[in-house]
């Protein structure tokens, strides 16, 4: 579906249909994440769930730095169409390989769609669930984010060229490998602090990005908000999947959705501010939602575990 559908948003010939295509492409694409952290619950121990989760987390991460640099090439090279193109065989590929996976579990007894849902709803009701869900939505918003502000000061402030951009982006990728930690780290330490830690690296991270005045420090201060954002996401999906208990794959979607309306808030959130206050203040903002998610999840989320 999502090989078909990238096809069709490829081959565009007018805005409109291009919209709606995007529209059900998207819808498609971020299913994904969640049928992922659940497919890892049924086929993986427990002992293995956190470094795999950690993972996979990763594997997001690091496609949204690629495919900004992906796309940014494929456009002066070839042009939009072709990026969408070139990505539809990339899915055909993905899709014969996944016939190759281990399967899961399957439910011993059936469930109904509208059962699905009344369980969904249903989760709504845990509020340590729900703190979880509102917590990943600042974590994509400042990813997102702080590489969009990043272009701009690299631009106005710095005068440096789109090439330059690509080269600081990919040097964010070294610190998303080295989140790969926190999933050992969420083994002795707890997903909770793991998270909290992650989300204060990133606010110190955007912090220095507001007062870099050097290409170097800037690119420094980069690596370090990728760092911090990597290493807590791996932790909300630990809690998101420890607070849903039966109904992981449903509360992993809900996060999913959470997830993307962070990305989606990010460009509106720079617009509003950047223009008007500069890209420095919106580093400093960013750094301030951080630094309220990580209140919110020490105060808000009540792990039942010691850890």
């Keep these: 579906m999502l090989t078909l559908m990238t096809v069709l948003v490829g081959l565009s010939p007018s805005l409109p249909l291009l919209i709606l295509f995007r529209v059900f492409e998207g819808v498609i694409a971020a299913s994904f994440p969640a049928v992922a952290i659940a497919y890892i619950?049924?086929?993986?121990?427990?002992?293995?769930?956190?470094?795999?989760?950690?993972?996979?987390?990763?594997?997001?991460?690091?496609?949204?730095?690629?495919?900004?640099?992906?796309?940014?090439?494929?456009n002066r090279s070839f042009g939009w169409h072709a990026a969408f193109l070139w990505l539809a065989v990339v899915y055909v590929l993905l899709a014969i390989s996944i016939l190759l996976l281990p399967k899961g579990t399957r439910p011993s007894t059936q469930i109904s769609f509208g059962a699905v849902c009344l369980r969904t709803i249903r989760l709504f009701r845990n509020i340590r669930l729900v703190?979880?869900?509102?917590?990943?939505?600042?974590?994509?918003?400042?990813?997102?984010?702080?590489?969009?502000?990043?272009?701009?000061?690299?631009?106005?402030?710095?005068?440096?060229?789109?090439?330059?951009?690509?080269?600081?982006?990919?040097?964010?990728?070294?610190?998303?490998?080295?989140?790969?930690?926190?999933?050992?780290?969420?083994?002795?330490?707890?997903?909770?602090?793991?998270?909290?830690?992650?989300?204060?690296?990133?606010?110190?991270?955007?912090?220095?990005?507001?007062?870099?005045?050097?290409?170097?420090l800037l690119t420094i201060s980069s690596i370090i908000v990728v760092l911090g954002l990597s290493s807590a996401v791996p932790g909300i999906i630990m809690l998101v999947g420890h607070f849903g208990n039966e109904a992981r794959g449903s509360a992993t979607a809900v996060y999913a959705f959470f997830v993307f309306v962070g990305a989606s808030l990010a460009p509106l959130l720079e617009t509003a501010l950047v223009s008007s206050y500069g890209v420095r203040c919106f580093f400093v903002v960013l750094a301030g939602i951080l630094f309220l998610t990580a209140l919110l999840s020490g105060f808000g989320i009540r792990y039942s575990s010691s850890k």
């Design 131 to 216: 703190v979880s869900w509102i917590v990943a939505v600042p974590i994509l918003l400042c990813f997102i984010g702080m590489y969009s502000g990043l272009g701009v000061l690299l631009s106005n402030g710095f005068g440096r060229s789109a090439g330059e951009l690509i080269e600081v982006q990919l040097l964010g990728i070294p610190g998303i490998v080295l989140s790969l930690v926190a999933g050992y780290a969420i083994r002795y330490y707890g997903a909770k602090r793991v998270l909290i830690s992650g989300v204060l690296i990133g606010c110190l991270g955007l912090l220095l990005e507001a007062v870099s005045h050097s290409i170097g």
């Design 41 to 74: 619950g049924d086929v993986l121990a427990p002992r293995y769930r956190a470094i795999t989760t950690t993972v996979v987390s990763c594997g997001f991460l690091v496609a949204s730095v690629l495919g900004q640099v992906y796309g940014s090439l494929m």
